[in-house]
Nanobody, 122 residues
Framework: VQLQASGGGLVQDGGSLRLSCAAS????????MGWFRQAPGKEREFVAG????????YSADSVKGRFTISRDNAKNTVYLRMDSLKPGDTAVYYC????????????????WGKGTLVTVSS
């Protein structure tokens, strides 16, 4: 199984980015997909999740109204649209696959991608 995240980079305060995560080696439509992030010196935290059919999404309070998760099951890809970015959003962003878990705890994650760095300058 591979989860290949891309789309990170350097952006100014208030800017936007779209992350993509291409999945292979698994039946993509059978997995809930999510995004986590880890800032320097901090623990990894949940950012957003999406149900298998894309009909339900979940977001951390810190990104509600600014980040939007979506998926395209025909392309085996999950996206994270990030608007109104702040310096506090600077982190490595990881995509994750969750087959059975009813929550987004680390124990529920079956597969992790390698991460893509997002840096927001002030």
């Amino acid at each position: 199984v591979q989860l290949q995240a891309s789309g990170g980079g350097l952006v100014q305060d208030g800017g936007s980015l779209r992350l993509s995560c291409a999945a292979s080696g698994l039946t993509f439509s059978r997995y809930q997909m999510g995004w986590f992030r880890q800032a320097p010196g901090k623990e990894r935290e949940f950012v957003a999740g999406i149900s298998r059919d894309g009909g339900t999404t979940y977001s951390a309070d810190s990104v509600k109204g600014r980040f939007t998760i979506s998926r395209d099951n025909a392309k085996n890809t999950v996206y994270l649209r990030m608007d109104s970015l702040k310096p506090g959003d600077t982190a490595v962003y990881y995509c994750a696959a969750n087959k059975y878990g009813g929550s987004w705890s680390f124990d529920d994650i079956d597969y992790w991608g390698k991460g893509t760095l997002v840096t927001v300058s002030s």
